[in-house]
């Protein structure tokens, strides 16, 4: 089974900064890792699951969600399979469970979670107030 292993999630006071790392395994993305679109997604506890951010396949694309322009920075490095976010300014509201996710269907990025084919199993990250 495929799927992405997150990391990087935990505990941080309002303002504070988290950077989240999603990595590709295995021979599967040692080969289409770099094809792929890496998108960042959340969900709140009560709530569905919200786009986040995501990078095309070659860093070229990149877009985010209105509630974290400006805090949020996405980003990859191929060589190493694996995409970034690097979360500042931390909020309450931005406490949930993040996942990573790749998309082949739109190598470009897209904001819809039922364009990517494999997801992580999520990391925790809780913002005090």
């Known amino acids: 089974q495929v799927h992405l292993v997150e990391s990087g999630g935990g505990l941080v006071q309002t303002g504070g900064s988290l950077r989240l790392s999603c990595e590709g395994p295995g021979r599967f993305f040692n080969t289409y890792f770099s094809s792929y679109a890496m998108g960042w997604f959340r969900q709140a506890p009560g709530k569905e699951r919200e786009f986040v951010a995501v990078i095309s396949w070659n860093g070229g694309s990149i877009l985010y969600a209105d509630s974290v322009k400006g805090r949020f920075t996405i980003s990859r490095d191929n060589a190493k399979k694996t995409v970034y976010l690097q979360m500042n300014s931390l909020k309450p509201e931005d406490t949930a469970v993040y996942y990573c996710?790749?998309?082949?269907?739109?190598?470009?990025?897209?904001?819809?979670?039922?364009?990517?084919?494999?997801w992580g199993q999520g990391t925790q990250v809780t913002v005090s107030s």
């Open positions: 996710a790749a998309s082949s269907q739109d190598p470009s990025g897209s904001y819809y979670s039922n364009e990517y084919n494999y």
